[in-house]
């Protein structure tokens, strides 16, 4: 069966009385070249084991079975699992598991279905979870890579640069763990149902440790309070977050000794800037006994 041919979908979705849920996001390839290419990119090898997030039916958990030592797929919708019986019926290495990725016991699951085996996550994610579902990923220290579909206008979110239109705190907080790269766009005529909005195809490869020092939970404080204010000077953001223990002044001069312009904004700054930023700020906290 062609999972990605469209008169076949529509009788396999008839046949157990399936309709498209906007509740779940949900959107089916109908290209085979995509599942296939994504499968390539993911790096996939004998030894490699998957986390797969939301398998539909199966287009893309075919291509990964194909190259994988196993497959793991975590379902929402508790339609589909009939339709994965029978369109994964031929593949022993797929195993399907009936969950919501953001409650999953991610560490336990993999230990439970890999071991100590190398595994990756592969997802199609539903444009609303992106952000959660990413972080998710990220997190849980489980995976070597991340590739997931997203919308485009968030792949290049979380590919941009400082100084760019699309750069955000999720940009910063992204690059701590990981290497991000797109790998595919995907028009949205690609899809059954066709959404309003292209994909594409983004990579994430995880750094073994953090790519910068100091401690995470200060260098994203710092990435908060540089976008929570967006329209205001990097300075009045850490003196808002940080309230009595920065004042305003305070903050300037801590960013001028840095080497960085009073005034600057938070957008225009890298994750180094902040991890260092971070580390000063820690510093004179202590001093002070903020």
Partial sequence: MNLCDIHQIKL???????QFSKNLGQNFLCDEAVPAAIAEGAGLTPDTCVIEVGPGIGALSAQLCKRAKKVVAIELDRRLPAILSETMAAFDNFTLVEGDVLKADLPGLCQEQFGDEP?????????????????????????????????????????ARPGDADYSAFTA????????????????????????????????DLWENPPVKGEKTEIFRVIRAAFANRRKTFA?????????????????????????????????????????????????LMKTGG
């Fill in 12 to 18: 396999l979705l008839a046949r157990h009385g399936f």
């Fill in 173 to 204: 907080q992204v690059a701590y763990y990981a290497r991000p790269s797109v790998l595919m766009d995907v028009p949205r005529d690609l899809f059954l149902p066709a959404p309003k909005v292209d994909s594409a195809v983004l990579k994430l």
């Fill in 236 to 284: 009045n953001g850490l003196c808002i977050e940080f309230g009595r223990q920065l004042p305003k002044q305070t903050a300037e001069t801590l960013l001028c000794s840095m080497g960085f312009a009073q005034n600057v904004r938070g957008e225009m700054l890298s994750l180094e800037d902040f991890a260092a930023i971070s580390v000063e700020l820690h510093n004179f």
């Fill in 119 to 159: 595994v990756i996550a592969c997802a199609n994610l539903p444009y609303y979870i992106t952000t959660p579902a990413i972080t998710a990923l990220l997190e849980c220290g489980c995976f070597k890579s991340v590739v997931v579909m997203v919308q485009k206008e968030a792949a290049q979110r979380i590919c």
